[in-house]
């Protein structure tokens, strides 16, 4: 029986060799080989912005016009003819509902106006021959009282007959649901075989190209927003855009505490836009109220970390840093707003990526 060979010893070394380059180049050794080396990270001492503060929110977009397209018949959906995304016109039908109901209301109605006209003639017949009797002294006055009173409620019959025929007619017409304007469906809230009821929506439309950035303002910063010199609206490209009109609303939601802010964009703005996208309104140079002495740390750019929701900063503690997260505000220029987690006067990094290298020292 054979034993197997000893590895050969040559050429175990290239291998050993290539892997000690590899640990070498890893992150973790060149994190490492930085602690050795002692890594030096430059810090500053957090300033305050007292001049003017910014104040930035999330808002959504909505059409300026915008319309729930509600049934106004009762019966079966037979046909929906639009679909979610779809362009309409003025009057274009976009659902038919069951008329077999309101067809047969509209032949009741024909038949009570026919009714009723035949009762008219009847009451004017009697009228005039009770009037030539009572000519002749046959009948009593009360007689012919009585036959005029008559031929009246039968022309009051024969109206309403003729209203209950147009109502009927009326809602005939509502079995086609129409589009009260050229513009997009948004959504649609009803199929084919589904119940349609007076008041229940069909479909939802809005005029493309007038949109509006809606934004919830708290209440407490209501007067902060309003003595902004500038607004302006970050649209999901990047592109910051002013608003061609805008106005708050005078109530506040008493749930929320909030007043909402409708900012209108400029129809070059909103072209290649569409309802219920996030954007951020941004509101500058807005003055502080003088008795809210409230102190606005601002930071570098350099200085934060940002990583996918999370915002931080490297806060000098002893002999090295601690990362702390923060609440960024407004930018201006290179500098940021911290809104909560850092206070005023504390050291942090200048260089948040150099602060996170193992070994890095203030």
Same mark, same amino acid.
């Given at each position: 029986?054979?034993t197997p ?14 892997a000690?380059?590899?640990a070498?180049t890893?992150?973790?050794?060149r994190?490492q080989?930085?602690a ?6 430059p810090t500053l001492?957090?300033?305050a912005?007292?001049d003017?503060a910014?104040?930035?929110?999330d808002?959504?977009l909505?059409?300026?016009?915008q319309?729930?397209?509600?049934a106004?018949?009762?019966g079966? #959906?037979q046909?929906?003819?639009v ?5 309409v016109?003025?009057g274009?039908?976009?659902a038919?509902?069951d008329a ?6 509209v ?5 009570g106006?026919?009714q ?8 004017r017949?009697q009228?005039?021959r009770?009037?030539?009797?009572r000519?002749?002294?046959y009948?009593?006055?009360a007689?012919?009282?009585?036959a ?6 039968a022309e009051?019959g024969l109206?309403q007959a003729r ?6 007619t009326l =809602?005939q017409?509502?079995?086609s649901?129409a589009a009260?304007?050229d ?8 199929d084919?075989g ?7 929506p069909?479909a ?13 303002v708290?209440?407490?910063?209501a007067a902060?927003a309003?003595s902004?010199?500038?607004v302006?609206i970050?649209l999901?490209d990047?592109?910051?855009v002013?608003?061609v009109r ?7 939601d008493?749930v929320a505490?909030?007043v ?7 129809p070059?703005?909103?072209?290649d ?5 996030t #954007?951020r #309104?941004?509101f ?7 008795? =809210? ?16 929701e999370?915002?931080?900063?490297? #806060?000098?503690r002893?002999n090295?840093f601690?990362?702390?997260?923060v ?8 500098s940021?707003e911290?809104?909560?987690g850092?206070k005023?006067g504390e050291?942090?990094?200048?260089d948040a990526v150099r602060?996170g ?6």
């Amino acid at each position: 029986m054979s034993t197997p060979a000893a590895p050969d010893r040559r050429a175990v070394l290239p291998w050993l060799a290539g892997a000690l380059l590899l640990a070498a180049t890893w992150p973790g050794a060149r994190a490492q080989s930085a602690a050795a080396s002692g890594l030096t990270v430059p810090t500053l001492t957090v300033q305050a912005s007292h001049d003017a503060a910014g104040l930035e929110l999330d808002g959504t977009l909505e059409p300026q016009r915008q319309a729930v397209v509600a049934a106004q018949a009762a019966g079966s #959906v037979q046909q929906l003819t639009v679909r979610a995304g779809d362009r309409v016109r003025t009057g274009q039908v976009i659902a038919r509902i069951d008329a077999r109901s309101a067809e047969a209301g509209v032949a009741q109605s024909e038949a009570g106006v026919v009714q009723a006209d035949a009762n008219l003639r009847n009451a004017r017949t009697q009228l005039e021959r009770t009037r030539e009797l009572r000519a002749q002294g046959y009948i009593s006055q009360a007689a012919l009282d009585a036959a005029e009173n008559q031929f009246r409620a039968a022309e009051a019959g024969l109206a309403q007959a003729r209203a209950g025929r147009r109502q009927a007619t009326l =809602g005939q017409d509502f079995t086609s649901v129409a589009a009260p304007f050229d513009g997009v469906v948004l959504a649609t809230h009803l199929d084919a075989g589904d119940l349609a009821a007076p008041g229940r929506p069909v479909a939802t439309l809005y005029l493309p190209g007038a949109l509006r950035a809606t934004v919830q303002v708290p209440a407490s910063q209501a007067a902060q927003a309003r003595s902004a010199r500038q607004v302006e609206i970050e649209l999901p490209d990047g592109r910051r855009v002013a608003p061609v009109r805008r106005a708050d609303l005078p109530g506040a939601d008493p749930v929320a505490q909030t007043v909402e802010w409708r900012l209108d964009l400029a129809p070059g703005d909103a072209a290649d836009l569409r309802p219920g996208r996030t #954007v951020r #309104v941004h509101f500058t140079g807005a003055e502080l109220a003088p008795t =809210g002495a409230r102190s606005v740390p601002t930071v570098p750019a350099a200085a934060l970390l940002r990583r996918g929701e999370l915002t931080a900063v490297y #806060v000098v503690r002893e002999n090295g840093f601690v990362l702390r997260q923060v609440r960024a505000g407004a930018s201006h220029g290179g500098s940021t707003e911290v809104l909560a987690g850092l206070k005023t006067g504390e050291r942090i990094a200048a260089d948040a990526v150099r602060a996170g290298l193992a070994g890095a020292r203030p």
